[in-house]
């Protein structure tokens, strides 16, 4: 009932309808992430597959230090790559920032 709505987890799985849609993802079914956050040269950097041509929905990286204020952008994060194979768009997008105490995440706009 809640997949029409953009913020609802429908299916429990802790991502949002919006998200799994960026994704890829069937937003009534529980969706099986593989471990997308390492730790390369000491910077957190995030991998992630979306279908080539989504253009309604765009995936923002961002990083905070205290999991309240997120950031994204030029001095914030650092476009690694963007490789588009098969009709699957790659990115990996690592923290500009070095430090112990760092977070990363995908947060899905329209």
Do not use: C, K
Request: charged share 20%.
């Amino acid at each position: 009932p809640d997949v029409g709505n953009d913020v609802a987890d429908a299916d429990g799985d802790g991502l949002n309808n919006l998200l799994e849609f960026y994704l890829g993802a069937d937003p009534s079914q529980p969706t099986q992430l593989q471990e997308m956050v390492s730790l390369p040269a000491a910077y957190l950097t995030l991998t992630h597959s979306v279908p080539a041509g989504i253009s309604e929905v765009t995936g923002v990286v961002e990083v905070s230090e205290n999991l309240v204020d997120w950031f994204s952008g030029l001095g914030h994060t650092v476009e690694v790559s963007d490789v588009v194979t098969a009709g699957v768009r790659t990115r990996v997008v690592r923290d500009a920032v070095t430090g112990d105490r760092r977070f990363i995440r995908l947060r899905a706009t329209r």
